[in-house]
């Protein structure tokens, strides 16, 4: 318990606040300082005037004697009693008092307080508290009680030296104190505004570095305006997004792994029922006959891809084995696995033009093709209405295949316009899973080409496929037109 409160401390005079608490003592001791030089340079002005006061009360004193005439003693207590050494007032250009102790010695320098006359200097102040020896200085002034004209006088500047020690001292003990009490106050509002809103956000950001799955653990602002503020609700949205790609990635893995186990089982299933159907093309009946084939490629499809899969790792498709197709052709094989799931409400309609071609992996464009039939099903069955259909167009633009795959469904939905090929990022559909669109994204551009939403709308939505030619197709076609 002690240990974790001198922790506690320790942390507090290392970190922010201690720092905090130790900039303003040395600020507020440097103001102190800026305002001591001034003001001792002004102390001892004041303490030449006092003694100017003095002595010429002094002097007035001595003036009132019989004649002028004051006796050695009493002269000596005059000067003692205004702690100076020797005093003179000046009437006109008279001078017309003088007092001065027996043993004054000789001036060492002289100082001029009249106005106009001296400037206040620190410097002669410093060097008086920094002077070895004591010196005699004379002091001229305006009389203050205007008993003349100029009054000037000769003291010790010992004593001025140590007056000064004492105000020195005075005023180190109360910047100390103010300081401390400056400091306080400046570190206990700064404490409060600034380093425990800090402390909150960094600790924050520790706790959730540990374990930032857990929505608890993220920072819930204050209602503050200031920068604080803006990091906190910063903080926030990071912290938000940070565990929604999380989530996402948690749960990429685990259908990693679950699709790693499915194909496997599925793949086995498959392999017997794809030696079953083999058997089916035996049967004589025609309808057997005609549809035999389909079932028998599809199955071997179905088995390719799945051991692909399981060879390759989830998210890993191979790299397109292409070939120049038919795309017509194609497109039948799509229509004919998908005419079962378009049932007799829905027509798909091949507008292909026979001569188009495309430089495609088989098995990839059927895979795109088939995703956007299917799609394109599944949004016409929601509408129960006559002349449904799914149309698939495609032209040739110098070196790119580009197909059309239109119907007139509903349209896509608008909440999920934007994010259509993102995976698993749109349940609009019950069932889908929000895959068929990414991947046949992925299956596009690794062709080098592009899969958009050109058009929708109630009246129907368009997608395009665009497929370009490989640059050895076209060097080779080049080649063969510049040879002709
Ligand atoms: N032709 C279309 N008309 C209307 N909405 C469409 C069309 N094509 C796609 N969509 C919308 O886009 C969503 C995403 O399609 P996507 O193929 O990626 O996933 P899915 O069909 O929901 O699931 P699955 O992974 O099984 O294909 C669909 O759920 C559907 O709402
Ligand atoms: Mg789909």
């Known amino acids: 318990m002690t240990e974790k409160k001198t922790n506690n401390w320790l942390r507090l005079l290392t970190g922010l606040s201690g ?133 000037e006088i000769s003291l010790h500047e010992w004593p001025l030296r140590d007056a000064m020690f004492r105000y020195g001292l005075n005023i180190l003990a109360l910047s100390i104190v103010l300081s401390l009490i400056v400091a306080t106050m400046i570190f206990a509002a700064l404490n409060r505004v600034l380093v425990k809103p800090m402390i909150r956000l960094s600790t924050n950001m520790m706790v959730f570095g540990e374990k930032p799955e857990d929505p608890s653990r993220i920072i819930k602002p204050s209602a503050r305006q200031d920068e604080i503020g803006i990091a906190e609700n910063e903080l926030q949205s990071m912290q938000t997004q940070l565990q929604g790609s999380l989530h996402q990635k948690t749960h990429l893995a685990a259908l990693g792994l679950a699709v790693s186990k499915v194909s496997h089982d599925l793949r086995n299933m498959l392999t017997s029922a794809q030696l079953i159907s083999d058997r089916l093309g035996e049967v ?35 790299p397109p084995r292409r070939e120049k197709l038919q795309l017509a052709e194609v497109v039948n094989e799509v229509f004919d696995s998908a005419s079962l799931m378009a049932g007799t409400s829905i027509k798909l309609k091949n507008a292909v033009p026979a001569h188009v071609n495309v430089d495609a992996d088989h098995e990839h464009l059927i895979r795109i093709l088939t995703n956007l039939t299917r799609n394109a099903i599944q949004a016409l069955e929601t509408r129960r209405v006559v002349g449904n259909e799914v149309c698939i167009t495609a032209a040739r633009q110098v070196s790119v295949t580009k197909i059309k795959v239109c119907d007139n469904g509903p349209g896509i939905p608008p909440a999920i316009r934007n994010k259509v090929f993102e995976a698993f990022q749109t349940s609009a559909r019950v069932g889908g899973t929000g895959l068929g669109l990414a991947i046949s994204a992925e299956l596009t551009l690794a062709h080098g080409g592009t899969l958009s939403v050109l058009e929708t709308s109630e009246l129907g939505t368009v997608f395009e496929v665009t497929i370009p030619d490989r640059v050895e197709v076209l060097n080779e076609k080049i080649h063969r037109i510049s040879k002709t």
């Open 19 to 151: 720092k905090v608490l130790l900039l303003t003592i040395i600020f507020v001791m440097l103001g102190e300082v800026l305002i001591f030089l001034p003001s001792i340079a002004n102390f001892r002005i004041q303490w030449f005037k006092t003694h100017i006061a003095q002595a010429e009360i002094a002097a007035l004193a001595a003036e009132a004697a019989p004649n002028q005439i004051v006796d050695v003693e009493l002269r000596s207590t005059i000067l003692k009693g205004a702690g100076v050494e020797a005093v003179s007032l000046t009437r006109g250009d008279k001078r017309q008092l003088i007092l001065r102790s027996s043993d004054e010695g000789m001036v060492d320098e002289t100082f001029d307080l009249r106005p106009g006359m001296y400037y206040t200097t620190i410097g002669q102040a410093f060097a008086v508290m920094f002077r070895q020896q004591d010196r005699l200085v004379s002091v001229i002034d305006k009389p203050p009680a205007m008993s003349g004209d100029v009054i």
């Open 284 to 318: 004589r009946d025609p309808t057997v006959q005609r549809f035999a084939p389909k079932l028998i490629s599809s199955l071997d499809r179905a088995i390719m891809f799945l051991n692909q899969t399981i060879t390759y790792g989830r998210a890993q498709e191979l």
